[in-house]
């Protein structure tokens, strides 16, 4: 089973519009939650990520919402751009030993930005 | 990422024959990894070292072998290829507890 829950698993918005990807979790030894974009042909890239100390961080036109009693975050894309078309990946880490912390990634949103 | 490097990019092979992908880095990391992307599934991981003394089984990791031949080399292996190892394969590093993790290009593999 899935640790980590990612909805929609694809989307169209407008541009101008704004994209909303949602994420939930279980484990809460999970201590640090990024999103990975992703487009065709390529490997994914950090986006932004969030600790769970933090209510909201934004870069950008991105932003996480981290809520850590509903053990829930997610990322708005506002004024979505034909460029933003990708897919987005939800991830959260924690740590397995002193050494290091494994990634557990979400299925994945397919976003599709109109012009 | 150009700094981590994956061979081949494509490759088709045959139920039952034995496959290598590679991984390299010039990022200077000692944390290495191999995922398998499907769809819908995301990525789910395979193996990871934190070091090359240090292997360790991700979630998925029957079917599959690996091997840190040096800090910057991470190779993964399927000694006996069947289809459901179709998948594109991504090898990550990190250089620290909370990342980034840099991925490489991929590698799409078909087993026939």
């Known amino acids: 089973q899935q640790q980590v829950k990612q909805s929609p698993q694809s989307l169209i918005v407008q541009k101008g519009g704004i994209s909303i990807i949602n994420c939930a979790y279980e484990?809460?030894?999970?201590?640090?939650f990024p999103w990975y974009q992703q487009f065709p042909g390529k490997g994914p890239a950090l986006l932004i990520a969030?600790?769970?100390?933090?209510s909201e961080k934004k870069e950008g036109r991105f932003t996480i919402s981290f809520n850590k009693s509903a053990k829930q975050f997610s990322l708005h894309i506002m004024d979505s751009q034909p460029g933003d078309s990708a897919t987005y990946f939800c991830?959260?880490?924690?740590?397995?030993?002193?050494?290091?912390?494994?990634?557990?990634f979400g299925g994945g949103t397919r976003v599709l930005v109109k012009p | 990422d150009a700094d981590v490097t994956q061979t081949p990019r494509n490759r088709i092979t045959k139920t039952g024959k034995r496959i290598m992908l590679e991984c390299s880095q010039t990022?200077?990391?000692?944390?290495m990894y191999w995922y398998r992307q499907d769809p819908g599934l995301g990525l789910r991981l395979i193996y990871y070292?934190?070091?090359?003394?240090?292997?360790n089984k991700g979630e998925i990791s029957d079917g599959y072998s690996v091997s840190r031949q040096a800090q910057a080399k991470f190779s993964l292996s399927l000694e006996s290829a069947i289809p459901n190892q179709t998948a594109l394969y991504f090898c990550?590093?990190?250089?620290?507890?909370?990342?980034?993790?840099?991925f490489g290009p991929g590698t799409r593999l078909t087993v026939l």
């Open positions: 484990n809460t030894a999970f201590d640090y």
């Open positions: 990550a590093t990190s250089d620290t507890n909370v990342g980034p993790w840099y």
């Open positions: 070292s934190f070091d090359v003394k240090d292997i």
């Open positions: 969030i600790r769970p100390d933090v």
């Open positions: 991830a959260a880490s924690m740590v397995i030993k002193a050494a290091g912390n494994k990634l557990t």
């Open positions: 990022k200077g990391h000692d944390r």
